[in-house]
Every structure is written in C-alpha cells, then in structure tokens.
C-alpha cells in the first residue's frame, strides 16, 4: 500500500526562511528589512510571523491546509500557533517564538543570562500535551533570534539551527532560526 511521504521539518525551515527574506527587499522607502523594523516595535512581532509563515505554507506543495490558532491541545484554553493538515501524510503541529527587542530588554537581558529559551521550553512542553488525534503528528518549535544573547541560550539545549540575512549591505541584518522537532 501506498504511503505518502511527510512534508519534512527542514522543508518547512526553508519555506519559513524564504517567507522573511521575501519579507526583506529594501526599497526606497524601506531601509531596513521589514522584519527588522517589527523586531524594534513595542508589542512584539510573533503574531506578524505567524501570519507571514501560514501565508508561505499554503504555497507548499499538494495545497495543504493552513490554520492558526487551533486546539490541538488537552487543554482547551491552550491553541497551536500553525497547524498543517496535507491531503496527504501527517498533520504538522507548529509553536512559534519571535525574540523582542523590548520584551528583553524589559526583562533585564543586558545584564542577566538570556531567558529566551525559557518561553520556548514552555511550547516545548505544550506540544507534548496534543489530543490524541494529534498524538502521530509532527511537531515542532520555531525561535527566530535576532540577537546573539537570544541565540546563545537556544544552542545549550540542542537544536538545528540556520543563520540567514535580511536585506543588503550595510543594511543587512543576520537572523538565526532555530527548530525542534518534538
């Protein structure tokens, strides 16, 4: 019998990266890339990146299902940030986490240990806690890092990583993506 084959994780890196880098084209009016400019704004920006990234997703190929904010969870207060449903193959189950500017440094992050990975720990243990429709799918965790402090405390706890730039020339600025798959 026919068994189709997964979208793989590191499918879904490369389409979560090519979505911030179409996000990053400077123009005449835009001298930092766009990401940037929503990493530097009060309020953070992981709600922008979950509608960039499903947006991206529905590009996959075989047209799978996109939806944010889903209860795969036991708990019903609790919702997946991206959920993929291909026509064919496993559900994929995805939490996000976008590095603030503000949010860290509110938290005192110029003078104490970086504590990023502490909310992705947090989705970390969400994700192990899915209905059990969801107990065969793939899940995974996303961290998108701008700052060197916010990586670092993501590479003591094992994860793949990818470095990419945003914009051009003295306008660029180097991102790290990290991701899990649980």
Same mark, same amino acid.
């Given at each position: 019998?026919?068994?189709?084959?997964?979208?793989?994780?590191?499918?879904?890196?490369?389409?979560?990266?090519?979505?911030?880098?179409? @996000?990053?084209?400077?123009?005449?009016?835009?001298?930092?890339?766009?990401?940037?400019?929503? /990493?530097?704004?009060?309020?953070?920006?992981?709600?922008?990146?979950?509608?960039?990234?499903?947006?991206?997703? @529905?590009?996959?190929?075989?047209?799978?299902?996109?939806?944010?904010?889903?209860?795969?969870?036991?708990?019903?207060?609790?919702?997946?940030?991206?959920?993929? &449903?291909?026509?064919?193959?496993?559900?994929i189950c995805i939490?996000?986490?976008?590095?603030?500017?503000?949010?860290?440094?509110?938290?005192?992050?110029?003078?104490?240990?970086?504590?990023? /990975?502490?909310?992705?720990?947090?989705?970390?243990?969400?994700? &192990?806690?899915?209905?059990?429709?969801?107990?065969?799918?793939?899940?995974?965790?996303?961290?998108?890092? /701008?700052?060197?402090?916010?990586?670092?405390?993501?590479?003591?706890?094992? /994860?793949?990583?990818?470095?990419?730039?945003l914009g051009e020339g003295e306008?660029?600025?180097?991102?790290?993506?990290?991701? @899990?798959?649980?």
């Open positions: 019998m026919y068994q189709p084959q997964d979208i793989a994780p590191k499918t879904i890196i490369g389409w979560a990266e090519g979505a911030l880098v179409e @996000r990053s084209t400077l123009t005449q009016y835009r001298r930092t890339p766009e990401p940037v400019d929503y /990493f530097l704004e009060k309020g953070g920006w992981e709600n922008v990146l979950k509608l960039w990234l499903s947006s991206k997703f @529905r590009e996959l190929p075989g047209t799978p299902t996109v939806e944010c904010e889903q209860a795969i969870y036991q708990d019903p207060h609790q919702n997946v940030d991206i959920l993929i &449903r291909p026509a064919l193959g496993k559900a939490e996000l986490k976008a590095e603030s500017l503000f949010h860290s440094a509110l938290q005192g992050r110029q003078t104490v240990p970086h504590k990023f /990975f502490d909310e992705v720990g947090d989705d970390i243990e969400k994700l &192990r806690w899915v209905k059990p429709q969801y107990a065969d799918a793939i899940k995974m965790v996303i961290a998108v890092c /701008f700052s060197v402090e916010a990586a670092e405390s993501m590479r003591k706890h094992a /994860f793949e990583e990818d470095t990419i730039t306008n660029s600025w180097p991102i790290t993506i990290f991701w @899990r798959v649980i």
